[in-house]
């Protein structure tokens, strides 16, 4: 199929709003496409029922869609296997979940090394496990053009580093990670690399194998999915050495009043009744985004975020936040503006029909390293197009003039 954002936009109801908006939030959450919304009916209407647990049709029914959503997640991380693929909430429950996990056997004298670029959702976590194992956290810095400075890892690697915890790409800077120099530095000393993919996974499907990491988290509504579902894959060698974080129905092998034994991968790691609908909604995005031809998508998003780039950098009182090249960053693009403030800005911004975010992005310490509390965040997706990057560039000449 060959690319068309026009004809890719029209799948998506919310653009039929009217007035029209022009919708450069996607790094906070992506629009759903009709098939999804179709999907979630589909299976709300006709097939709802618990998954693993009932023999009547329904009940299987429910369960084969419930598999059929985790293959997708399969094929869409080239993963292995689907005992790989843990369904949680979203990245941020990924993540604390394999900190919990990964977290128990660590205590004084390992080593976590996070960046100074991460979300809160990949700081925190590392922060608390820190202060509850007596691990030591370690920041890999950023390099004077606010990439990760991952050349600087080898001064972070010895026998004590037992994890790395990184992000694929920033929800700020839009920056990407060079994970090849991360997962040799780190493989070499025997730690692990986890991935933070809540940004990249919606500009492309991320292959776990090729890029050789031990786990990676990302979220359904940023990838054309619902809400409330997630991602946490895990290499099948790893996933099956880590203890169960929660407990209850669907993760036990037996159960009795002495012991309960635990259910093989994934079921081990999902406690309770799983977000059923939301993952089969899920499985419905990937499927729709691995029918879409991207080297066509990606070109276009590199075209529209090139522009804004360039007509960012020309207006003298406009700071671009990360790397000036596309090629370094997917179309993430975080600026502050002299004398304005990012909150009157995007409200203004708003009035206009063009929604943007401003404040920190849960990025309080990149903000932090770049001497900023907070900046305005235009982030592109699939179906954006000029006229969103014409009706920024407009409305941020207006709030200019108004704000100042
Ligand atoms: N990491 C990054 C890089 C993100 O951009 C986000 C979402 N803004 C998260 C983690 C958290 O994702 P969620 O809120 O879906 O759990």
Same mark, same amino acid.
């Given at each position: 199929?060959?690319?068309?954002?026009?004809?890719?936009?029209?799948?998506?109801?919310?653009?039929?709003?009217?007035?029209?908006?022009?919708?450069?939030?996607?790094?906070?959450?992506?629009?759903?496409?009709?098939?999804?919304?179709?999907?979630?009916?589909?299976?709300?209407?006709?097939?709802?029922?618990?998954?693993?647990?009932?023999?009547?049709?329904?009940?299987?029914?429910?369960?084969?869609?419930?598999?059929?959503?985790?293959?997708?997640?399969?094929?869409?991380?080239?993963?292995?296997?689907?005992?790989?693929?843990?369904?949680?909430?979203?990245?941020?429950?990924?993540?604390?979940?394999?900190?919990?996990?990964?977290?128990?056997?660590? /205590?004084? @004298?390992?080593?976590?090394? =996070? !960046?100074? *670029?991460?979300?809160?959702?990949?700081?925190? %976590?590392?922060?608390?496990? +820190?202060?509850?194992?007596?691990?030591?956290?370690?920041?890999?810095?950023?390099?004077?053009?606010?990439?990760?400075?991952?050349?600087?890892?080898?001064?972070?690697?010895?026998?004590?580093?037992?994890?790395?915890?990184?992000?694929?790409?920033?929800?700020?800077?839009?920056?990407?990670?060079?994970?090849?120099?991360?997962?040799?530095?780190?493989?070499?000393?025997?730690?692990?690399?986890?991935?933070?993919?809540?940004?990249?996974?919606?500009?492309?499907?991320?292959?776990?194998?090729?890029?050789?990491?031990?786990?990676?988290?990302?979220?359904?509504?940023?990838?054309?999915?619902?809400?409330?579902?997630?991602?946490?894959?895990?290499?099948?060698?790893?996933?099956?050495?880590?203890?169960?974080?929660?407990? /209850?129905? @669907?993760?036990?092998?037996? =159960? !009795?009043? *002495?012991?309960?034994?635990?259910?093989?991968? %994934?079921?081990?790691?999902? +406690?309770?009744?799983?977000?059923?609908?939301?993952?089969?909604?899920?499985?419905?995005?990937?499927?729709?985004?691995?029918?879409?031809?991207?080297?066509?998508?990606?070109?276009?998003?590199?075209?529209?975020?090139?522009?804004?780039?360039?007509?960012?950098?020309?207006?003298?009182?406009?700071?671009?936040?990360?790397?000036?090249?596309?090629?370094?960053?997917?179309?993430?693009?975080?600026?502050?503006?002299?004398?304005?403030?990012?909150?009157?800005?995007?409200?203004?911004?708003?009035?206009?029909?063009?929604?943007?975010?401003?404040?920190?992005?849960?990025?309080?310490?990149?903000?932090?390293?770049?001497?900023?509390?907070?900046?305005?965040?235009?982030?592109?997706?699939?179906?954006?197009?000029?006229?969103?990057?014409?009706?920024?560039?407009?409305?941020?000449?207006? *709030?200019?003039?108004?704000?100042?």
């Amino acid at each position: 199929m060959s690319f068309d954002s026009r004809a890719l936009r029209r799948q998506f109801p919310l653009f039929t709003r009217q007035p029209a908006l022009h919708y450069l939030d996607n790094a906070a959450t992506a629009q759903l496409p009709q098939v999804v919304l179709d999907a979630l009916i589909a299976h709300e209407t006709g097939r709802r029922a618990n998954v693993a647990r009932g023999a009547y049709p329904l009940a299987e029914e429910a369960t084969e869609a419930y598999a059929l959503a985790r293959e997708r997640v399969r094929r869409f991380l080239n993963a292995a296997s689907v005992a790989e693929v843990v369904f949680t909430s979203g990245t941020t429950a990924s993540i604390n979940f394999f900190a919990h996990g990964f977290g128990a056997r660590l /205590g004084a @004298g390992d080593e976590i090394l =996070v !960046s100074e *670029a991460e979300h809160h959702s990949n700081f925190v %976590p590392w922060q608390q496990l +820190a202060e509850r194992s007596g691990a030591r956290l370690r920041l890999l810095p950023l390099a004077a053009d606010g990439r990760i400075d991952a050349a600087r890892i080898e001064q972070f690697v010895s026998a004590r580093l037992k994890l790395v915890a990184i992000t694929h790409c920033s929800n700020v800077t839009g920056a990407l990670t060079d994970l090849a120099a991360v997962v040799r530095a780190a493989h070499a000393v025997g730690a692990r690399v986890m991935v933070d993919g809540a940004q990249a996974a919606q500009h492309g499907a991320p292959d776990v194998q090729a890029l050789g990491v031990d786990a990676y988290a990302f979220s359904g509504h940023k990838c054309f999915g619902p809400n409330a579902i997630g991602v946490l894959w895990v290499r099948a060698e790893l996933l099956e050495t880590l203890p169960p974080v929660f407990a /209850g129905g @669907g993760m036990v092998g037996h =159960v !009795s009043l *002495a012991k309960t034994t635990y259910a093989e991968p %994934p079921a081990r790691f999902e +406690a309770g009744t799983p977000p059923i609908a939301q993952a089969v909604g899920l499985g419905a995005a990937l499927e729709w985004m691995a029918s879409l031809c991207w080297p066509e998508i990606r070109a276009h998003e590199e075209r529209l975020g090139r522009c804004l780039l360039d007509a960012l950098a020309a207006m003298p009182d406009v700071r671009i936040l990360g790397p000036r090249e596309m090629r370094e960053r997917l179309p993430i693009v975080a600026f502050a503006v002299d004398g304005v403030h990012p909150h009157d800005l995007t409200q203004v911004l708003g009035d206009y029909g063009v929604c943007l975010r401003g404040g920190h992005h849960c990025a309080q310490p990149l903000h932090a390293a770049f001497g900023l509390e907070a900046s305005a965040r235009a982030s592109l997706a699939l179906y954006n197009d000029d006229a969103d990057i014409d009706a920024l560039l407009a409305g941020l000449d207006r *709030a200019r003039t108004m704000l100042r």
